[in-house]
């Protein structure tokens, strides 16, 4: 399916059952509260579990929500796809809480529970650091508490969360994970602390799963022009379900307006499409183009990079391709790079894996 090459899946998504999955990860504190205010559930999926888009029927379990075991993800992903390593990124509502020292707690039994529960149960699987971003002290903390685990290979924020990430408090988290070699995540979500659309709130689904587009085009916006990727040019930055066909001309607006008031931002030294092509990555599923194999070699062409794109099968989320590997129009002589080459060359801790 993958033409026999060590594949590395960037994006799969284990689920987690509900908190009572986490509460042996928590403190007794924490799991008197879990009790006490009746916390049952933090799913961050804002999607309808039954919906057609949001899990693959067939790996659906009998409560209808998507896979919450290993040996589901073995069957359903690895195996199926042939994947030789796989980054779980888990989407769980840890991020959502608004009490700070309870996103922190649960985020760390979130982080303690994949280790045990996933890592420590298939030896292919490698995994992102959830980080409570309300506190960036904490998230620091987060990151070395567990950076002694060269399984965790990448931390993990939401396009849409409550702050630009370029921001100057987030940047105690980039020198973090460049001096552990970790890669900085960016998956689509919501922290719904604010509109999803900087003209307010959506009212359907459709409206919201568009609006990550914008979350993405800001949030990389910031990044460029707080000089994040200047200060560390280091760090790679990864795009998950961010889609691709949007960042050329998205690039090449920001481009052209930064020639005309690059004054304001002496740190941003060279053009930002360089940056971009330097330090930034984007997962491939979905792919929002045509299935014209022409219409997508114009992207990629207009990316100026083969360099850029990662695999990824967005296990459990579904974009109706049945079992292809690889979204339709992708060019067979990009596979070799897309499948191994540029994830390993994107995260560091699975190069050195690699080579050991």
Request: hydrophobic fraction near 45%; glycine fraction near 8%.
């Given at each position: 399916m993958l033409n026999g090459l060590r594949a590395i899946d960037c994006d799969v998504h284990p689920m987690v059952p509900g908190m009572r999955a986490l509460a042996p990860y928590l403190d007794e504190f924490w799991r008197d509260q879990v009790v006490e205010r009746g916390i049952t559930q933090l799913d961050s999926q804002s999607w309808p579990i039954r919906a057609p888009k949001t899990i693959?029927?067939?790996?659906?379990?009998?409560?209808?929500?998507?896979?919450?075991?290993?040996?589901?993800?073995?069957?359903?992903?690895?195996?199926?796809?042939?994947?030789?390593?796989?980054?779980?990124?888990?989407?769980?509502?840890?991020?959502?809480?608004?009490?700070?020292?309870?996103?922190?707690?649960?985020?760390?039994?979130?982080?303690?529970?994949?280790?045990?529960?996933?890592?420590?149960?298939?030896?292919?699987?490698?995994?992102?650091?959830?980080?409570?971003?309300?506190?960036?002290?904490?998230?620091?903390?987060?990151?070395?508490?567990?950076?002694?685990?060269?399984?965790?290979?990448?931390?993990?924020?939401?396009?849409?969360?409550?702050?630009?990430?370029?921001?100057?408090?987030?940047?105690?988290?980039?020198?973090?994970?460049?001096?552990?070699?970790?890669?900085?995540?960016?998956?689509?979500?919501?922290?719904?602390?604010?509109?999803?659309?900087?003209?307010?709130?959506?009212?359907?689904?459709?409206?919201?799963?568009?609006?990550?587009q914008q979350g993405f085009q800001s949030q990389l916006a910031s990044l460029i022009t707080e000089g994040v990727l200047t200060k560390f040019p280091e760090l790679k930055v990864v795009l998950l379900e961010s889609g691709v066909t949007w960042l050329p001309a998205f690039l090449w607006r920001l481009q052209k307006t930064w020639k005309g008031v690059r004054f304001e931002i002496p740190w941003v030294d060279r053009p930002p499409a360089e940056l971009v092509r330097d330090q930034v990555r984007l997962t491939v599923q979905p792919l929002d183009a045509p299935d014209d194999p022409g219409v997508v070699q114009r992207v990629l062409d207009h990316l100026r990079s083969d360099e850029m794109l990662l695999w990824a099968s967005d296990w459990p989320h579904w974009q109706f391709d049945g079992d292809a590997a690889v979204p339709p129009g992708i060019p067979e002589s990009l596979l070799p790079k897309l499948i191994r080459e540029n994830p390993l060359a994107t995260y560091q801790r699975l190069r050195e894996g690699a080579a050991r």
């Open positions: 693959r029927e067939d790996w659906r379990g009998p409560d209808g929500r998507g896979a919450e075991s290993v040996a589901q993800l073995q069957a359903q992903a690895l195996d199926r796809f042939g994947a030789e390593t796989a980054i779980l990124n888990c989407l769980y509502g840890v991020q959502l809480v608004m009490n700070e020292d309870m996103a922190v707690a649960f985020a760390r039994a979130l982080n303690d529970w994949i280790r045990a529960e996933w890592l420590d149960r298939d030896p292919r699987l490698r995994a992102s650091i959830v980080l409570p971003l309300h506190s960036i002290e904490r998230s620091v903390e987060e990151i070395e508490r567990l950076a002694g685990d060269g399984r965790f290979v990448q931390v993990l924020a939401l396009a849409m969360g409550e702050t630009p990430l370029g921001r100057r408090q987030f940047w105690p988290v980039y020198e973090a994970c460049v001096r552990h070699g970790l890669a900085f995540g960016i998956h689509a979500g919501s922290a719904y602390r604010h509109p999803q659309t900087s003209v307010g709130w959506t009212s359907w689904y459709l409206e919201e799963y568009a609006a990550n």
